[in-house]
C-alpha cells in the first residue's frame, strides 16, 4: 500500500489511509480439494492488485489505500470479483478462510521462486503446512519512530480483532477444536508473536538485521510479529487475522484496526504510557482467541481475566469511538460490529454447516460466502440520530447475549 497523503498527526486523523491485502484458497470444484492453480489465474489478472504466495494453492489481492471505508469495501469487492471471474471458467472457486477443510499436502506444489525454495529446503514441513491464508491490513503510518512505537502499543487488542476472523476450524480433514487452527501453524515459524517495545526505529531495525544475519531468517521480508512496521511501506502491519470469507468482516477489521492505530499514534505523540502488559499474558491472551473465537472467553487486557468475547469486542469498540467519529466511521463499524458479534464466527458456522451436511458443504458454503460481494449494506437507511440511539442498545444485547452463553460454552 502507498500513500502520498499528509503526515500522520493527532489533529489530522480524517487523513489516514487504509488498505488491505487478502489470501484466498484456490479450490477444485469438482472434489473441493485444494488445487495448485494459482498461476492460471495470476496471468490473467492485473499485476499491480494480484500475485502469487508461497504455496501454489494461494492466490494473494492487494486494495488500493483508502481514506473512506466504503471506497475500501468497493475496491476489495472488486478485486474479488475479477479473480472469481477468472477462476469460475477454469473450475475453480475461491475461498477466503483461514484453513480450508479439505487439503492434501502431498499434492501441493510451492511457487517456483529463488526465495521460496531457499525456504523449503531451510523449514521443511512449515512450508508443506504452509496452507493458510490470512488477511493483512496496512495503516499509513509515515514516521517510522512512531510506526515502531504503535505497532508495539496496540498489541494487547489483537486478540479481539483475532476472534473476530477466527474462521479456521478445520485442518486436513479433522475437526481442531480450535476457532483459529491457522495461528497455531502461523506461530511455528521464528520470528512470529507479539513485538516487543524498543525505543527507536534503528533499535527496531538492528534486531530485524541481527536475524537476518543470524541465518535464521533470509530477509527482513520474514519478519511476522502480529504487527510490523513494514519494511518497504510507511505503514503499521496486522497480521494476526484469518482470511475473512464476509466482506463486511474484513472492512470491519480494517476500522478497527485503523482507529486503534490513531489512538495509540496520539498517545504516543502526547506522550502517554501503553497499557502496561506482559508479553506472556499477550501470548496466552492470543492462544485463547484462538481456541474460543467469538463463542467463548478471552482475556481482558486490563485486568488478565476472562471475559466474555461479545463484552471484550463491545469494550474495544466504545474505547476506540473518538477515533472513530474523527474518521466518520462510528455508524458504520458499530454496525458491522454488532452485526458479527450477532452472526457469530465464522468457525462457529462452518462446524454447524458440518454437524448438517459434512465437510465439502462446508467448502460450499465458504465458496458461496466469498463469492457475495454486493456492498448494498454500506447504505445507511436511517437517519444517523435514530442510528445512534438504537445502536448502543443493540450492542449491549448482543453482548449480554453472548455473556449468557459463553459462561456454558466457554472451553477449558
Not at 499528509?6 to 488491505?20: F, I, N, Q
Request: hydrophobic letters at 45%.
Amino acid at each position: 500500500m502507498k500513500s502520498d497523503g499528509p503526515s500522520l498527526t493527532p489533529e489530522r486523523p480524517e487523513s489516514v489511509a487504509v488498505g488491505v491485502e487478502e489470501e484466498f484458497h484456490l479450490v477444485d470444484l469438482g472434489t473441493r480439494r485444494l488445487t495448485a492453480q494459482a498461476g492460471r489465474l495470476v496471468e490473467q489478472l492485473p499485476a499491480a492488485s494480484f500475485g502469487s504466495e508461497l504455496q501454489q494453492s494461494v492466490l494473494e489481492a492487494n486494495s488500493l489505500p483508502w481514506v473512506r471505508l466504503a471506497d475500501l469495501a468497493e475496491d476489495v469487492a472488486s478485486l474479488r470479483r475479477a479473480a472469481i471471474a477468472v477462476a469460475l471458467p477454469l473450475g475453480l472457486g475461491l475461498v477466503a478462510a483461514g484453513t480450508v477443510p479439505i487439503a492434501d499436502p502431498d499434492l501441493l506444489k510451492i511457487t517456483p521462486d529463488a526465495r521460496y525454495e531457499h525456504m523449503q529446503g531451510e523449514y521443511r514441513m512449515l512450508v508443506r503446512e504452509q496452507l493458510i491464508c490470512g488477511v493483512q491490513v496496512h495503516v499509513d503510518v509515515p514516521d517510522r519512530d512512531l510506526a515502531v512505537a504503535v505497532s508495539h502499543r496496540v498489541a494487547p487488542w489483537l486478540p479481539a480483532l483475532l476472534a473476530l476472523s477466527a474462521s479456521s476450524p478445520f485442518w486436513l480433514g479433522v475437526d481442531t477444536g480450535y476457532a483459529s487452527y491457522r495461528t497455531l501453524i502461523w506461530r511455528r515459524w521464528p520470528t512470529t508473536g507479539t513485538l516487543g517495545g524498543f525505543e527507536s526505529a534503528a533499535a527496531y531495525d538492528r534486531t530485524v538485521a541481527d536475524l537476518v544475519r543470524s541465518g535464521v531468517i533470509s530477509d527482513p521480508g520474514m519478519i511476522y510479529f502480529d504487527v510490523r512496521p513494514s519494511d518497504h511501506l510507511p505503514t503499521v502491519e496486522l497480521r494476526v487475522c484469518d482470511a475473512c470469507p464476509c466482506l463486511p468482516d474484513v472492512v470491519l477489521l480494517a476500522g478497527l484496526f485503523r482507529s486503534l492505530v490513531i489512538r495509540e499514534t496520539a498517545a504516543a505523540i502526547a506522550g502517554r504510557p501503553p497499557l502496561p502488559v506482559r508479553p506472556e499474558l499477550l501470548d496466552a491472551a492470543m492462544w485463547r482467541a484462538a481456541r474460543s473465537g467469538l463463542e467463548g472467553n478471552l482475556v481482558d487486557p486490563v485486568t488478565a481475566s476472562p471475559v466474555p468475547a461479545g463484552l471484550l469486542v463491545g469494550q474495544l469498540l466504545t474505547g476506540l469511538r473518538p477515533a472513530l467519529e474523527s474518521t466518520g466511521d462510528w455508524e458504520l463499524v458499530a454496525d458491522l460490529t454488532a452485526s458479527a458479534v450477532a452472526r457469530g464466527s465464522s468457525a462457529a458456522r462452518q462446524r454447524a454447516v458440518c454437524a448438517r451436511r459434512g465437510l465439502p458443504a462446508v467448502i460450499d458454503a465458504l465458496v458461496a460466502e466469498t463469492r457475495a460481494t454486493s456492498t448494498e449494506w454500506l447504505a445507511v437507511p436511517e437517519p444517523p440520530a435514530a442510528q445512534s440511539a438504537r445502536r448502543p442498545a443493540l450492542l449491549a444485547r448482543l453482548i449480554s447475549r453472548r455473556t449468557r452463553g459463553a459462561g456454558r460454552r466457554a472451553p477449558d
